[in-house]
């Protein structure tokens, strides 16, 4: 059976092979070079981490709001009354979801970030 590589094995692929060349490159091509191959990485991260935060996330905003949907629905509305007034500090939950969604995003984009627990 024929077997294509997974999308966040390719990702990682091309950071590695990035990341053989830089040294040889000019400072200014290996400066870029380093930043494609964080892109890269943030990819595969965003690939294989992305979807169970972002079910973290649509389970700790449908707890806020009070009712289910898809990520994109709720992430609206949740910004919708957040700008609004509607939901502040003192919403039952809400700070606790805020944080489960920042620390996941944290993860995925920049993973060496030290936080204070």
């Known amino acids: 059976m024929i077997t294509h590589p997974k999308t966040e094995e390719l990702a990682e692929s ?3 092979w990035i990341e053989q060349i830089r040294p040889s490159l000019d ?6 070079a380093r930043v494609a191959a964080n892109a890269m990485a943030t990819i595969r991260r965003e690939l294989t981490d992305g979807p169970a935060a972002e ?3 649509t389970t700790a905003m449908a707890g806020v709001l009070g009712h289910d949907g898809d990520f994109a629905a709720l992430n609206a509305e949740l910004c919708d009354r957040i700008r609004a007034g509607e939901l502040t500090v003192e919403t039952p939950g809400l700070l606790a979801a805020l944080r489960v969604m920042a620390m996941d995003q944290l993860a995925i984009d920049q993973p060496s970030y030290k936080h204070e627990v």
């Open 27 to 32: 400072p200014r091509n290996a400066f870029l």
């Open 14 to 16: 091309v950071a590695l």
């Open 55 to 57: 079910a973290r996330a």
